[in-house]
């Protein structure tokens, strides 16, 4: 719903704004309207925008999305063998209960920060809604890591779902060897399908997704069936306890390479900057954490920091240019890159997209 479109500050819309805030203030159901299209309208003319598209997902077809997109019990088959190697059943079960804790602060404050700022800007709008002085700089940067985290997530995971490919042929077929050309053919045709259905139409996607949801539900069936009846049961005791460092000489590093990830922390330090210094407005959102949102806050900051520096981490002590994590040189040249572009170019150009909302 972000738009570029700019309305006049009139007093039309500043009125709606202050209705807005009167309507929550007082416990009205904002749902109720005339539909959901129509809260749209309405949310962006608060933030003094004029909307210029519609939505087209409902619940369960958002729902769809981040089950397909997060894919749980895929990317646990693929990634538990490290966590084994690193920890143990042990250090995989303990760090499950500490991520889901944590990363519950996480899903508040973004859930709270959509509610006051339904844009799809996302990261880089809130910085410069919540960001004090710095605002400006502060949002393009965020601009730049949300682009390469979500490029880097999409190039991944087609490079993955084309890999399948291949490995299910070997898997039926013993005699055929998979070679990376053949992976890569895969990919390219992945991508070419992606993006004939994504550039043509929305409807498609939608049935895509639902069907997607459905045949993850099924397919989790027999996994876990499987998993459940050929796994080894082991007393539970020794399950949480057994922790296991694979060569690692600090055992609480073994354990803590488990959840490699990070996003968010800038937003949320500008979000409790604003709560501290009285420029945070959640009267108009709402979902509304209350009291406890600067709580929230300092969680998610602190969780977001611990895992960006453990991202810094290699997956194993002995390590050589194949298997030495690139990311956080990546993440560091991508720092650099539109720090210098934003003071020789970026500066003249970008505009603060706080500037563009009322209120």
């Known amino acids: 719903m972000d738009s570029r479109t700019k309305l006049p500050a009139s007093e039309e819309v500043e009125m709606s704004y202050n209705s807005h805030v009167r309507d929550i203030q007082r416990g009205h159901n904002t749902q109720a309207d005339s539909g959901i299209h129509e809260r749209d309208e309405r949310e962006i003319r608060r933030m003094g925008k004029l909307s210029q598209y519609k939505r087209v997902h409902r619940g369960r077809t958002i729902f769809a999305t981040s089950a397909s997109i997060q894919a749980s019990w895929q990317v646990s088959l693929a990634s538990l063998t490290p966590g084994l190697l690193n920890g143990g059943t042990a250090g995989i079960f303990w760090s499950f209960i500490f991520t889901a804790i944590f990363a519950l602060s996480n899903v ?15 990261q880089y709008h809130w910085v410069s809604e919540f960001a004090p002085r710095y605002k400006k700089p502060l949002s393009y940067l965020t601009g730049w890591w949300s682009t390469i985290a979500w490029q880097s997530t999409a190039a991944g995971a087609t490079f993955l779902a084309g890999s399948f490919i291949p490995s299910l042929a070997a898997l039926f077929y013993p005699d055929y060897v998979p070679t990376p050309w053949q992976n890569n053919l895969c990919v390219f045709a992945l991508v070419l399908l992606i993006l004939a259905i994504n550039a043509t139409s929305t409807k498609p996607l939608i049935y895509i997704q639902m069907i997607a949801m459905v045949v993850l539900f099924i397919g989790w069936l027999p996994v876990a069936g499987c998993l459940a009846g050929l796994a080894p049961h082991p007393p539970f005791s020794e399950t949480v306890t057994n922790f296991t460092s694979s060569g690692w000489s600090n055992l609480g590093i073994a354990v803590l390479l488990i ?13 409790l900057w604003a709560r501290l210094t009285g420029n945070y407005h959640p009267e108009i959102a709402r979902f509304n954490l209350g009291r406890y949102g600067p709580v929230a806050n300092v969680v998610a900051l602190c969780y977001d920091l611990f895992l960006i520096v453990f991202l810094a981490f290699p997956p194993a002590p002995e390590i050589d240019a194949t298997s030495l994590n690139w990311g956080p040189f990546i993440f560091i040249f991508t720092t650099l890159f539109a720090g210098i572009y934003y003071v020789a170019i970026g500066r003249k150009l970008y505009r603060d997209p706080s500037k563009d909302v009322v209120g």
């Not at 959840?259 to 979000?271: D, E, G, P």
């Open 108 to 122: 508040f404050s973004i859930a709270e920060y959509t509610s006051i700022a339904p844009i799809n800007g996302g």
């Open 259 to 271: 959840a490699l990830n990070a996003s968010y922390a800038l937003t949320h330090a500008c979000a």
